[in-house]
């Protein structure tokens, strides 16, 4: 699906420790990535898992005749039940997650491109959210803030990951390259009670950091700004002007 243009972030009540909202310049972003790593994510899309359903050990313990069809049938029923809720195809392949390597169903979402361009200003911007669905990411955040618990409930459903488009593993070192990069660009903003941070989704990544406390915030989509082909003729013309100099 399309993402949404732009967004309004409003905080209606602030942690007491932490919670800064965080923004990069997805352009900057894409700059600073190496380029051979750049052309294989772009040549091979980025993949992400969205959850993780934990809850068939017990088919471990069934005949290892029984096993094969069981599987099947679970992942057939998991699948139209999750599809029949989302507006995207999901994919559920076997595998083992958890710290017990428990049997699980992982959902994996379409392959999409890492990089897009800009709707209005036809530059290239760096569009992937590394940080929120990377597994060795958030265990290298886990050594700084403190372990996120995975063990049950909704906590180990929302367990996300991140691959090629075609299902094959990122490598350590390219995963902290794209750390490296993505924090150098980005800029902590601390909000208070009332402020609203107006940005372009396509322009800007965005999150928050960690926090203690209660933290409030809403935010807002837009599909687009009010004068935008207006920026966009602009924005051609501009281009048309420094190619024919």
């Known amino acids: 699906t399309r993402a949404?243009?732009?967004?309004a972030f409003v905080c209606f009540k602030a942690a007491e420790e932490g919670g800064e909202f965080l923004i990069a310049d997805g352009r900057q972003i894409f700059r600073d990535l190496k380029p051979e790593l750049v052309e294989k994510l772009y040549d091979r899309d980025i993949r992400y898992s969205v959850m993780e359903l934990p809850f068939f050990g017990w088919v471990d313990n069934l005949p290892e005749f029984v096993q094969p069809g069981m599987m099947g049938a679970l992942k057939g029923?998991?699948?139209?039940?999750?599809?029949?809720?989302?507006d995207f195809d999901v994919d559920l392949q076997w595998g083992e997650?958890?710290?017990?390597?428990?049997?699980?169903?992982?959902?994996?979402a379409p392959s999409q491109p890492p990089i897009v361009i800009h709707p209005v200003t036809g530059e290239p911007h760096?569009?992937?959210?590394?940080?929120?669905?990377?597994?060795?990411?958030?265990?290298?955040r886990e050594?700084?803030?403190?372990a996120e618990r995975f063990e049950d409930g909704a906590s180990q459903i929302n367990k996300s990951d991140m691959y090629f488009g075609d299902d094959g593993a990122i490598s350590d070192e390219d995963l902290e390259h794209m750390d490296e990069v993505t924090m150098k660009n980005v800029?902590?903003?601390?909000?208070?009670?009332?402020?609203?941070?107006?940005l372009d989704n396509y322009k800007c990544m965005h999150g928050r950091?960690?926090?203690?406390?209660?933290r409030k915030h809403g935010v807002a989509w837009f599909e687009g700004w009010e004068g935008e082909e207006e920026m966009?003729?602009?924005?051609q013309q501009g281009s048309k002007q420094a190619v024919a100099a």
């Open 143 to 146: 050594a700084i803030y403190g």
């Open 126 to 140: 760096w569009f992937c959210n590394v940080h929120s669905h990377s597994s060795k990411l958030r265990k290298d």
């Open 77 to 86: 029923l998991a699948s139209a039940a999750i599809n029949s809720k989302v």
């Open 187 to 198: 800029q902590f903003v601390k909000m208070t009670e009332g402020d609203v941070v107006l």
């Open 232 to 235: 966009k003729a602009k924005a």
């Open 4 to 7: 949404p243009r732009a967004a």
């Open 209 to 214: 950091n960690v926090f203690d406390g209660t």
């Open 97 to 108: 997650g958890g710290y017990d390597k428990v049997k699980m169903l992982q959902a994996r």
